[in-house]
């Protein structure tokens, strides 16, 4: 989630947050990297609830006493997640806070880190979820039951699953992930009956000085297009971004990246002058209008709200070219 443009910057803001960009495998690429949890055990509350109101909660850490009904979640990390399943959330980190998808939700909640303790142990929390490689665990521990996550441990999907165990709302997140599964296929299905089985599409992301190309997992959408809907990635992107995630590129290269389509994430804020430049404007897909743009804040997670956002995008995007 990452506001942060660089993904050096967005690798300490998932580090707080889901993702955002977890990995899965598309039919085209099944290998380890693009889906590095998926030989994992899943965990998931077991018991049902006692009678003091919890349920016990297999974590990564092993088992925990969790409320069956948390009223007031702080999540540190995969709070989007939390919102989609209308989780109580009283505490947030600050990168979920600024993203524009969650402001009315997140109106009068507090944003905190995993070293704000004081202010932590002031909301009194029935609930945190935080990262596993916060080195305040034990002491989060301390205010109430912890949950920690490894980022990119399950892939997107899963992950949202997992956070419906938690919060004792396993099948309506189950539901969703069949739903949104089958839909996102069909409109990919339609989208490449009318741009073609082969076209390809390569999504970037600048800050005006810098620019990244994405592999299949790492948010802005790109599990929604290269997983979920099954779009083409272009042969150089698959070699270089692939298997890190993203790759760093210089203006005059763009060009060897771009697919017949370009997903290009953006700051609506910020300088966007080299869209001005022939460097740009000389690349087949923007002299074809086969541009789509997103806006980087409101996309660097992997959340049910995100991907419906950018669903929505992508439909009318390529549909519409």
């Not at 995993?114 to 080195?135: C, F, M």
């Not at 441990?153 to 004792?168: P, T, V």
């Not at 969703?176 to 409109?187: H, T, Y």
């Not at 190309?213 to 948010?219: Q, R, S």
Request: charged share 25%; glycine share 6%.
């Amino acid at each position: 989630m990452k506001k942060l443009f660089l993904p050096f910057m967005l690798m300490l803001c998932v580090i707080f947050m889901s993702a955002c960009g977890n990995d899965s495998s598309n039919s085209e690429t099944s290998s380890a990297n693009a889906n590095p949890g998926k030989n994992e055990p899943t965990s998931s509350a077991s018991e049902p609830p006692s009678k003091n109101g919890t349920v016990t909660y297999q974590s990564e850490l092993g088992p925990i006493e969790v409320p069956a009904e948390p009223q007031r979640i702080i999540a540190l990390t995969n709070a989007p997640n939390v919102l989609s399943l209308e989780g109580t959330l009283v505490g947030v980190d600050e990168w979920t806070y600024k993203n524009p998808l969650f402001a009315e939700k997140l109106k009068g909640v507090e944003v905190v880190s995993d070293s704000s303790l004081e202010r932590i142990v002031e909301l009194d929390p029935d609930l945190i979820i935080t990262d596993a490689t916060s080195k305040n665990i034990d002491k989060l521990k301390k205010i109430a039951p912890t949950v920690p996550y490894t980022w990119g441990k399950r892939d997107y999907l899963a992950q949202q699953i997992e956070i419906g165990k938690l919060l004792n709302k396993e099948q309506e997140a189950k539901a969703w992930v069949d739903d949104f599964s089958k839909r996102a296929k069909d409109i990919g299905d339609e989208i490449k009956k009318k741009i073609g089985e082969n076209a390809t599409v390569s999504v970037f992301e600048t800050d005006s000085k810098n620019f990244y190309v994405f592999g299949n997992a790492w948010a802005r959408g790109t599990e929604l297009l290269y997983q979920a809907m099954g779009m083409n990635m272009p042969e150089k992107v698959k070699a270089d971004a692939l298997g890190p995630g993203y790759y760093a590129l210089s203006p005059e290269v763009l060009r060897s990246y771009a697919g017949d389509y370009i997903v290009l994430s953006r700051s609506t804020t910020g300088d966007n002058s080299f869209m001005k430049t022939d460097t740009w404007k000389n690349i087949p897909a923007v002299k074809n209008n086969h541009v789509i743009e997103i806006d980087t804040e409101a996309s660097s997670y992997s959340d049910p709200t995100t991907l419906e956002h950018l669903l929505k995008i992508f439909k009318e995007g390529f549909l519409n070219k």
